[in-house]
Nanobody
Framework: QVMLVESGGGLVQAGGSLRLSCAAS????????MAWFRQAPGKEREFVSS????????DYADSVKGRFTITRDNAKNTVSLQMTNLRPEETAVYYC??????????????????WGQGTRVTVSS
């Protein structure tokens, strides 16, 4: 059974930092794109960042560029998201995603075949 398990969420003050991690099991994703999405209450799931299989290319939503950094460790089958200077409007459940089909960075949720259960991030003002 393929599983993605996120960790690292929590409560942080505006301007603070958090590091999210996602561990995959049941399958290796070393040849596949991985990504982070988030969903705030009452809103649709939105793209945050993705990374290609070689970790040579990354993509970020405009709103997080310069503040978030995505990395991956294919040997450990993990992907991480370092978030700095967090804003209250970024309060959301953050989801890790992996694609079995695509190796390049992708923004479309439908291109990702596996999803974690999510980890909640709350940014207080």
């Amino acid at each position: 059974q393929v599983m993605l398990v996120e960790s690292g969420g929590g409560l942080v003050q505006a301007g603070g930092s958090l590091r999210l991690s996602c561990a995959a099991s049941g399958r290796t994703f070393g040849n596949n794109a991985m990504a982070w999405f988030r969903q705030a209450p009452g809103k649709e799931r939105e793209f945050v960042s993705s990374i290609n299989w070689r970790a040579s290319t990354t993509d970020y939503a405009d709103s997080v560029k310069g503040r978030f950094t995505i990395t991956r460790d294919n040997a450990k089958n993990t992907v991480s998201l370092q978030m700095t200077n967090l804003r209250p409007e970024e309060t959301a459940v953050y989801y890790c995603a992996a694609s079995v089909r695509y190796g390049t960075t992708e923004r479309e949720p439908l291109r990702y075949s596996h999803w974690g259960q999510g980890t909640r991030v709350t940014v207080s003002s």
